[in-house]
């Protein structure tokens, strides 16, 4: 265990010695798999489903500030929509102008859960964001990992309808395809049960996480999952989406992982070491548990240097 301590130690003091350049890499490798995600799920838009743009779109996204990547995003996501359709693509962008406005205006701070939040879903994991937005973010997160959430299943519900768009888009009424285009959002039950669910389980890992318990992070890890878990498995028998039941687990298997390895990176504390300390004002008494940090410091290798003589030294 001590071992992994010091892995953890290093990879700090390296990230530290070269913050800069750490945060070019994880913002270049954000922006790349973003709209890479975007062109193979979208891609209306033949002339953007090019790889060229993209290297090119993130190398811009990686000198700049996070943000600047989560606006990119919307805007190629809006070029594709206007691609498939002008309907959807005014509903995209009024869609994307309330959170975009919430987003800026609430939470700038969390643009890594706006762009991660969606492409969770991708991947499978969703569940891992309302979690690390409790133990990582303040309220306030909550709004990037809402916005994500609902933009996902927006984009979801335009890709499943999109041949049915084109085909109305060809020769059947405009009001149909605006129909269907806003059902995305406001029919969308399961959109709004698993919005529910994302908010409370985003609650009560933030409550719990900054609770004096001891281990309240690996508490509030665990309540988090397990009540995420069992409100899906909920939803998933009630509307009969027994298909949804194991990639679920596998996704909570998973993201509890993930989640174990963020509390391990940031927040390690030495329980056997607890200490309690009581003073007082003119007015109040104060109760303080103080719990020191687990920190293993790495060794550090000394290099002797060995210099032979200088044979040239002058003779007597």
Known sequence: MAKLYEFREAIRAFCGKYELYVKIVIRFALAMAAYFMINYNLGY???????????????????????VTVFISAVLVLLHLYALHLEVFAVGAVLFLVILLLYFRFAP?????????????GVGIPYLMPVSSGLLGSPSAFISVVGGTVVYYFLSGVKASAGLISTNSKGGSEVDVLELTLGQIFSNREMFIVLIIFLATAVIVYLLRRSSQDHAWLVAIAAGFIFNLISLLVVYVVFEHLAMIVPLIIGEVISTLIALGIQFMVFSLDYSRVERVQFEDDEYYYYVKAVPKLYVPTEQKKVKEFHKADSGSEEE
Do not use: E, H
């Open 45 to 67: 838009m033949d002339r953007l489903n090019n790889m060229a743009i993209l290297v090119v779109l993130a190398i811009i996204s990686a000198l700049l500030p996070v943000n």
């Open 109 to 121: 701070a969390y643009g890594f859960f706006s762009l991660l939040t969606p492409m969770s879903f």
